[in-house]
């Protein structure tokens, strides 16, 4: 049986090491990103894990990323959001991780903007699947 942590945990791992920071430059957090953080940084954590003979999870990647401050207008960065998408969905569509026996698929994705803040969330939803 895996619990939330443990997918969240495995993900992350995947995350990490996809090159992301360097596009970014901020960090890769797992759960919560730390306050007030005034980079591009990426969260991942788990939504929910269901239990049964075939366990069902849902985890978000969510990548920040800072406004750019232009003619003294903010305008969102779109286009480093759209980078980090194309880097990081590909490696979880259609993923089976043998070892751990789960399955790991990148269901959907789309963006927002944060209230109350100069920059914008892309999110990277994934479904994922394992026996007990």
Avoid: C
């Amino acid at each position: 049986m895996k619990t939330s942590i443990d997918l969240a945990s495995i993900i992350y791992q995947r995350v990490k090491g996809s090159g992301v920071l360097e596009l970014l430059g901020g960090g890769v957090y797992l759960g919560v990103r730390p306050f007030n953080s005034d980079k591009n940084d990426v969260v991942v954590a788990t939504l929910s894990m269901l239990e049964d003979t075939l366990q069902r999870g849902n985890v978000n990647i969510k990548i920040y990323a800072r406004d750019i401050f232009k003619d003294n207008t903010n305008y969102p960065n779109l286009g480093l959001i759209n980078e980090a998408i194309r880097l990081l969905k590909p490696i979880f569509k259609d993923l089976y991780l043998e070892k751990e026996r789960i399955y790991i698929h990148a269901e959907s994705e789309h963006y927002y903007k944060v209230e109350n803040a100069q920059e914008w969330v892309g999110v990277i939803r994934l479904i994922t699947r394992n026996t007990n």
